[in-house]
């Protein structure tokens, strides 16, 4: 599985909601460098903070793993 595709799907999602990477952190209880890291594909969230991310996104977190397949497919 990829983590830049799942970074880019956080990216593109949080810019959807007009969130900056400091208030998504903030709903994570992470530190905003936690989610650029994220987001760039530099580490791979714990499970206990994907579901947080997906519920602070508005997704299922199979919205986010299903990102990450679909670039290992493609």
Do not use: C, F, N
Not at 1 to 12: C, E, H, L, P, T
Request: no cysteine; proline share 1%; hydrophobic share 50%.
């Amino acid at each position: 599985m990829s983590k830049q595709a799942m970074g880019a799907y956080v990216r593109q999602r949080r810019i959807e909601l007009g969130l900056s990477q400091a208030e998504l952190a903030e709903r994570l209880g992470v530190w905003q460098t936690h989610v650029s890291a994220i987001e760039i594909g530099r580490v791979s969230p714990s499970v206990e903070t994907l579901v947080r991310l997906a519920d602070a996104l508005g997704v299922a977190v199979g919205d986010i793993t299903s990102a990450m397949a679909e670039e290992v497919v493609a």
